[in-house]
């Protein structure tokens, strides 16, 4: 009787540990990127987006498909929001529009089917609202990406940090198309 008991709860737990359908890359979302640094007794590191993980993640040490860093003027004081990516993803980026309005940027990223091959840049100097851009991750997978907002939420931006607020569609496959 022990040994059936046993039994059962080893056949329970191999089914009940077995992997979630919802694990892995999203491939639609809301992400809310920070230029706030963390320090972890040895060095700094930011809280950065991986699309394959479909998580933040602590960057450095992990790898990250989406980085944001403070803008600052000579004096230090926070001007905005630069998008990197990892060190090893050479030219990720490019901008594909930067809009009047909400509505239009929203209209253009809803009806941007297939990534075009196009000119690529290492990082976007200057994020800003109703921006759509397009990302290509180091295995040739594509995001794109609606800036929603850009904000410096401490009324002082010399001591305070930067966020953005994305909106993204992710094609995990091997494939351009968002189809």
Wanted: aromatic content about 14%.
């Amino acid at each position: 009787m022990k040994q059936l008991a046993i039994f059962s709860i080893l056949i329970f737990s191999a089914f009940s540990c077995s992997k979630n359908k919802d694990t892995g890359p999203r491939k639609t979302g809301e992400i809310t990127l920070s230029t706030k640094l963390y320090f972890n007794n040895q060095t700094y590191f930011s809280k950065a987006y991986s699309f394959s993980k479909g998580d933040f993640v602590n960057y450095p040490p992990e790898k990250a498909d989406l980085v944001a860093t403070a803008k600052t003027d000579a004096r230090g004081v926070k001007t905005g929001i630069s998008l990197n990516s990892d060190q090893l993803n050479f030219e990720p980026f490019v901008i594909l529009g930067n809009f009047a309005s909400a509505s239009e940027a929203q209209t253009f990223f809803d009806e941007y089917k297939v990534a075009d091959d196009t000119v690529w840049v290492d990082f976007i100097q200057t994020l800003q609202a109703n921006q759509v851009i397009l990302y290509k991750s180091y295995s040739d997978h594509y995001a794109k990406l609606l800036i929603e907002n850009v904000t410096i939420p401490d009324s002082d931006p010399s001591t305070g940090y930067a966020e953005v607020k994305i909106k993204f569609v992710y094609q995990p496959q091997d494939t351009n198309s968002f189809e």
